[in-house]
């Protein structure tokens, strides 16, 4: 992996709200005086006691290794814009200036419960999807996506196997962006669009409520959703990715005909970079127009949901309340040891949460 200086800047990206909120987090967690402001000393001390924050925030590892001061002082200065030797929120906020990417995928305020909803409601999907369909998730997945076109060689197969490294970083998906992002570049080379992409997440979404059965919620609705949108994000990152790459052949091929003075030549590239750019201009507004009926029906639906709801009893909310509260205190306690294990025995990851392809929640049968 890449690791770049981050380069001066006059003044500070504008954040909204929720980027904001993962700033904070990682700034807290460096502010280890809370003091309002992050030292050097702060800087390296948080990126020695935790080894991602270095690909976090862009920081090449070799900078945070003891002994290596000068060479943090370089980045650290940087984007220490009033030369204060203190970074403030602002300044902080510069290290992903150029890498909004990476802060895309950093969990939100609220990730955390997410997680523990996706966690408590695997046993549930795992038990009934069996009981409604010889093939699970799998075979209810294949049922929804019958009738979409046009398919994609292999699409399906890469969602049932990247779905389950999707659930186990929900919390670390920065941890798999590089290698779904591939799988996205492969599957756009057999013609894949962001398009393909938005139909068949819905299609898994819609797998796994069939496969939970009753009790699904607004709130499993929003959580799968995340997780399955994460994923799918990551695959139209390698879209854009062979989009780019295409578009640049095909100016390359442009700028050689010119060199060589070939008219015929120079005609024909520049008509095919211009189908190019027609086609993908073409694929953004059908994805607008699918993701606006899409937002459209999932907007009805999260209301039907919340109807249903409204009607239960206080005491059954009550109930509901409890026994969510008491799994997830037991998801927590998992995924800590599970990230206390990981960290104590510095081994190949372990995959704690499911795949789909193999039917297997790391030793027990989803399907």
């Known amino acids: 992996m890449e690791f770049d200086m981050v380069a001066p800047a006059a003044r500070a990206p504008e954040w909204n709200d929720k980027d904001k909120a993962k700033i904070r987090k990682l700034f807290d967690q460096c502010d280890a005086d809370k003091g309002g402001t992050v030292s050097l000393d702060e800087l390296g001390r948080a990126l020695a006691s935790d080894k991602d924050l270095c ?3 862009g920081i090449d590892p070799v900078a945070a290794m003891p002994g290596n001061k000068a060479k943090l002082r370089e980045v650290f200065e940087a984007v220490d814009i009033d030369g204060s030797d203190e970074l403030d929120f602002d300044e902080f906020g510069l290290f992903f200036q150029s890498r909004v990417e990476i802060l895309r995928y950093l969990p939100g305020t609220d990730d955390e419960d997410k997680f523990c909803i996706i966690q408590e409601s695997i046993q549930g999907i795992r038990e009934h999807a069996n009981e409604i369909h010889p093939m699970a998730i799998p075979g209810l997945f294949n049922d929804k996506i019958a009738d979409i076109k046009p398919t994609v060689d292999g699409l399906a197969d890469a969602i ?7 659930v186990d970083r929900f919390l670390e998906p920065n941890k798999i962006i590089k290698a779904k992002r591939q799988n996205g570049y492969v599957l756009a080379t057999r013609g894949a669009t962001k398009a393909n992409f938005d139909a068949y997440g819905d299609a898994m979404l819609a797998a796994f409520e069939l496969g939970h059965g009753s009790g699904w919620t607004v709130a499993h609705q929003e959580a799968w959703g995340k997780c399955i949108g994460n994923l ?19 100016q390359a ?3 050689e005909a010119k060199a060589a003075a070939d008219k015929d030549a120079i005609k024909t590239a520049e008509k095919e970079a211009a189908e190019a750019q027609k086609a993908v201009e073409a694929a953004e507004k059908k994805r607008q127009e699918e993701d606006a009926k899409r937002n ?14 409204a009607k239960k009893s206080d ?6 309340r409890q026994a969510k509260e008491a799994r997830m205190q037991m998801v ?3 995924q800590s040891a599970r990230m ?26 989803l399907y």
């Open 55 to 57: 690909r976090i925030l």
């Open 160 to 166: 049932l196997d990247d779905i389950g490294d999707a």
């Open 232 to 250: 799918m994000d990551m695959y139209r990152l390698g879209v854009e990715d062979f989009q780019k790459e295409e578009r640049d052949k095909k």
């Open 253 to 255: 091929a442009i700028e």
């Open 296 to 309: 459209k029906e999932r907007e009805e639906k999260a209301k039907k949901l919340a109807s249903a709801e």
């Open 315 to 320: 005491e059954e909310l009550m109930e509901e």
């Open 332 to 334: 927590r306690a998992n």
């Open 340 to 365: 206390k294990r990981e960290a104590e025995a510095l081994k190949d990851e372990q995959p704690f949460c499911i795949c789909l392809k193999k039917g297997m929640v790391k030793g027990t049968p």
